[in-house]
T-cell receptor, first 119, second 114 residues
């Protein structure tokens, strides 16, 4: 058990809908990362937050947004869902701030993931 | 563009043998490289981190090498066991590039048969 929790475990919805995925980091971790994993693309970095502020952005679509709240939990919002958004969404947390060059030494602890199916 | 390649999608070996997985990268100059293990339907789990000046790192039956000239890391599991069957991911620090943090390879799925 990594100490990172994600809800829900599974989500089935229809195209065009909007969903919210939730993540609680390990106790003491200030950074939260979101990843999308599909069979053909592998694990893709979406976005990172540190202590409530956005720190780094990957290949996150404009239809997707995230935030980190004062209690450090994070939510990933996916809107106008398309079939291609079906994937496993992982949240990870770490201690470090995400300052340039620090991510390489920054062990990330992953949650169990949310499996999103868009029909 | 930046690229990480793991040598093969699947590797099948017999119990007791040494498994060697390869991670190659281009257009990166990472100071660190990490390896993670992922079981089906679960989140990746951190295994080892190696710095560019360390050349080799060991942890129990695991060994990682890092050759910045070849832009390659090798991941070895000695005396492999069926319980080692999983997908192994390498990851690089790309946070000095705009909009990225850790970049993962697609992984190599290792199957150890008894």
């Amino acid at each position: 058990d990594s100490g990172v929790t994600q809800t829900p475990k599974h989500l089935i919805t229809a195209t065009g809908q909007r969903v919210t995925l939730r993540c609680s980091p390990r106790s003491g971790d200030l950074s939260v990362y979101w990843y999308q994993q599909s069979l053909d693309q592998g694990l893709q970095f979406l976005i990172q937050y540190y202590n409530g502020e956005e720190r780094a952005k990957g290949n996150i679509l404009e239809r997707f947004s995230a935030q980190q709240f004062p209690d450090l939990h994070s939510e990933l919002n996916l809107s106008s869902l398309e079939l291609g958004d079906s994937a496993l969404y992982f949240c990870a947390s770490s201690v470090y701030s995400g300052l340039a060059g620090s991510a390489g030494t920054d062990t990330q602890y992953f949650g169990p993931g949310t499996r999103l199916t868009v029909l | 563009s930046q690229k990480i390649e793991q040598n093969s999608e699947a590797l099948n070996i017999q119990e007791g043998k040494t498994a060697t997985l390869t991670c190659n990268y281009t257009n990166y100059s990472p100071a660190y490289l990490q390896w993670y293990r992922q079981d089906p339907g679960r989140g990746p789990v951190f295994l080892l981190l190696i710095r560019e000046n360390e050349k080799e790192k060991r942890k129990e039956r695991l060994k990682v090498t890092f050759d910045t000239t070849l832009k390659q890391s090798l991941f070895h599991i000695t005396a492999s066991q069926p319980a080692d069957s999983a997908t192994y991911l390498c990851a690089l620090d790309a946070s000095n590039q705009a909009g990225t943090a850790l970049i993962f390879g697609k992984g190599t799925t290792l199957s150890v048969s008894s």
